[in-house]
């Protein structure tokens, strides 16, 4: 029997190795020889403990007691020192012979595993810094901008209308000061939920028609300027459980878009309706803007940075965040469009 295990012993690429109770080596494979970088002599003549990294002797003390016990090794690892001083990960088996006095065992190098292990936890801790900094960048900047903010709401009230004759300029002054409430509202929002540690709140009913109405009085002196016109009908579904502010984002982005991107000279006209598509909630936007080539272009409308007409105004960021403000939430969107023919997306909520 020995004969045929001699050739498995002397050729494994594992390390493999016998050791006396007393804590010699008494038997050693040419693989864990090379790995090591001592001679066979210098291996025999020393104690294990001596190849062992100083901050792991102790442990690897207490389990080879154990092993002593007759207890089985099983996933042990440790670290032991190379002849040229780099260091050397090893998974451990080790079978305790009782009768025999020895520990047969087999080692395999993880030290490349430990290495991306290590790389994977540094990039973890970086993110989680970076995620920090952002968080407090996020608060910092939300809180203050509120100041300047309520500063333009309070000018815009000393305003006598009654002395404003030209009932554009009214308009105007109006459609600022809702702007501005609009934006407040948002940062008010981010402060809260950077005080509470998270990025929004749970989950509500939201009114698809009191959103949009919000949404519209935002960015009203926008649609006006663009003589944008909305088709709406919330009767096949009036509102669905999800987040106000996603909606708001939703609504905010997609319009929006629709004016950076209507075909010259052609008016924006924006349909919206909702319904139920085998029971999924379902949300129907879309417009008779420029449109892009499906073909070409349409694995990456969702994708950030992403830029099709040239639009000074575009900054690739609009889609992404709808995008993720659905999907984040467990829904789905699909999108569908043709050059010169406008864009629809369908949006599904879980």
């Not at 002849?83 to 993880?110: F, R």
């Not at 993110?127 to 100041?147: G, V």
Request: with cysteine.
């Amino acid at each position: 029997m020995q004969l045929q295990l001699e050739p498995f012993f002397e050729q494994s690429m594992d390390c493999l190795c016998i050791a006396s109770y007393e804590g010699y080596f008494v038997k050693i494979n040419p693989a864990f020889v090379k790995l090591l970088g001592y001679s066979e002599e210098e291996l025999h003549s020393r104690k294990i403990s001596e190849f062992i990294y100083e901050e792991d002797r102790k442990l690897t003390a207490e389990h080879r007691e154990r092993l002593k016990n007759n207890v089985p090794l099983v996933n042990f690892e440790n670290r032991y020192v190379r002849k040229n001083g780099e260091l050397v990960w090893l998974h451990w088996t080790s079978i305790p012979m009782e009768k025999e006095q020895l520990i047969y065992a087999i080692a395999k190098d993880v030290t490349h595993k430990k290495m991306l292990e290590s790389d994977h936890i540094s990039r973890l801790n970086q993110l989680s810094e970076i995620n920090e900094k952002l968080q407090r960048l996020n608060y910092t900047t939300s809180h203050d901008l509120r100041s300047p903010l309520n500063n333009l709401i309070s000018m815009v009230d000393l305003i006598d209308m009654t002395r404003i004759e030209d009932t554009e300029t009214q308009e105007i002054l109006s459609f600022i000061r809702l702007s501005a409430e609009g934006l407040k509202r948002s940062l008010n929002s981010l402060v809260d939920a950077s005080k509470q540690n998270h990025i929004f709140d749970e989950l509500e009913q939201v009114s698809f028609g009191n959103t949009l109405h919000k949404v519209r009085n935002t960015i009203g002196s926008l649609l006006q300027k663009a003589c944008a016109s909305f088709k709406v009908d919330f009767s096949g579904l009036e509102s669905v459980d999800f987040i106000e502010s996603y909606m708001e984002s939703i609504f905010l982005n997609l319009i929006t878009n629709s004016i950076k991107y209507a075909r010259p000279e052609v008016p924006p006209i924006i349909s919206i309706h909702t319904s139920l598509e085998n029971g999924v909630p379902t949300l129907t936007y879309s417009d008779n803007g420029l449109g892009f080539d499906m073909e070409k272009v349409g694995h990456l409308v969702f994708n950030l940075d992403q830029k099709f007409h040239g639009n000074e105004d575009s900054k690739g960021v609009g889609l992404y965040l709808v995008h993720s403000h659905v999907t984040s939430l467990g829904g789905t969107i699909t999108v569908d469009s043709k050059v010169n023919g406008g864009t629809t997306f369908m949006i599904g909520f879980k």
